[in-house]
Structures are given as C-alpha cells and as structure tokens.
T-cell receptor
Framework: GEDVEQSLFLSVREGDSSVINCTYT??????LYWYKQEPGAGLQLLTY?????DMKQDQRLTVLLNKKDKHLSLRIADTQTGDSAIYFC????????????FGPGTRLSVLP | ETGVTQTPRHLVMGMTNKKSLKCEQH?????MYWYKQSAKKPLELMFV???????ENNSVPSRFSPECPNSSHLFLHLHTLQPEDSALYLC???????????FGQGTRLTVV
C-alpha cells in the first residue's frame, strides 16, 4: 500500500531556515500536502502542491516536489518559536473519496 | 477554526462503557473521515464516508462503530474499548474533488 515517510525530529535556531523532508511511494499521487499540528489542536492545512508542479511559494513557506524521486520538502524561512509544532506530510491519489495517507509527522523545535 | 467541530474535546471512559464521539461540519462537504492518532503510530485512517455511504473501513475492530446520518454529521460509537484505544480521534471533511481535508480539533480519548 501507499507509504509516506518523514524524519521524526528537527531542531533549528530562531531566525534560521527549517527544511522538513518527506518521501512517498504512490506514483499516482495527485496532491501532496503539509499539515501543521500545534499542541492540543487538530491538523491545520499549511499548503499543498499539485503533482504537476515543482515548486510552490507562500510567504515564508516553500514547497519543493521532486516527482521522479517521490520527494517533497517544506522550507520555512526565518523560523519563529511559534512555528514549533508537528508537521505532517500527506498525499492523496484518489480524487473521489480523498483517501489521504499521512506520514508520521516531524516534530519541529525552534530554539531561542 | 476550520469549520469542523468535534465533541467532546476530552473523554475518559471505562472499558465497559458506551460512548459516542460527534463530528459536525457545515462546509457543504460530502466526504467525512475518522482518523486515529496515537503516540505509537502515525495518523491512521479508520473510516471514510462519501455521500453518507461508507466507502472505506480500514480493518477497524467492531468495538468502533461509525454512523453518518447525513452529510454534515458523523459519529463514532464506542463500546467495550481497550486501554490501547486511548488516542486522539480526529474527524475531517472534504468536498468531492476537493484538494484538502479540513480537520476538527480532535477528541482526546482515555480508556481506563
């Protein structure tokens, strides 16, 4: 079945850039997503990219997609303490039913 | 606030109890989902409903029983749970052909 992998932890200093990486196995993925989960909260969609795109930028967030290697990354510029959270990579390849497959999440810790 | 509301936010129940989790969305979405999030595993898709019909049941034990009376409401009925069922249960919704899933805040369930 489909699988999504992420490293579990990442620590960066405030003001630095964070890069969170994700790999997936489903070559028919249509959309790839980054969700953010803050303590005690549900998942919040940060951004998504359509599989025919290589890059998407949204303010401090840059998403890069290497479809050949099935690799997705999320770069957060000028990381702030408020960015500390768990970041989930997800993919959906089924347009009907929207069967999202999530990675295990990367816990980002921002150090002062 | 994502437009998906889950109640209760926290629930403690004994193994012989029967309780229900509720999810409500008024976003006009026609697909709704139950996910389980625990410390040991990444987000696990439990059930998917499309237009009130169950289209996915990911080998979930029968002690979890979903109900979707209409496209705005989704329930998860719980009975004779085990301590290992303690987790965060997240509800999500999306539109058919939509590009993202909207998540509720989750119900933190503790089985004692």
């Amino acid at each position: 079945g489909e699988d999504v992998e992420q490293s579990l932890f990442l620590s960066v200093r405030e003001g630095d850039s964070s890069v969170i990486n994700c790999t997936y196995t489903d070559s028919s993925s249509t959309y790839l997503y980054w969700y953010k989960q803050e303590p005690g909260a549900g998942l919040q969609l940060l951004t998504y990219i359509f599989s025919n795109m290589d890059m998407k930028q949204d303010q401090r967030l840059t998403v890069l997609l290497n479809k050949k290697d099935k690799h997705l990354s999320l770069r957060i510029a000028d990381t702030q303490t408020g960015d500390s959270a768990i970041y989930f990579c997800a993919e959906s390849g089924d347009n009907y039913g929207q069967n999202f497959v999530f990675g295990p999440g990367t816990r980002l810790s921002v150090l002062p | 606030e994502t437009g998906v509301t889950q109640t209760p936010r926290h629930l403690v129940m004994g193994m012989t109890n029967k309780k229900s989790l509720k999810c409500e969305q008024h976003l006009g979405h026609n697909a709704m989902y139950w996910y389980k999030q625990s410390a040991k595993k990444p987000l696990e898709l439990m059930f998917v409903y499309n237009f009130k019909e169950q289209t996915e049941n990911n080998s979930v034990p029968s002690r979890f029983s979903p109900e979707c009376p209409n496209s705005s409401h989704l329930f998860l009925h719980l009975h004779t749970l085990q301590p290992e069922d303690s987790a965060l249960y997240l509800c999500a919704s999306s539109s058919q052909g939509g590009t993202e899933a909207f998540f509720g805040q989750g119900t933190r369930l503790t089985v004692v």
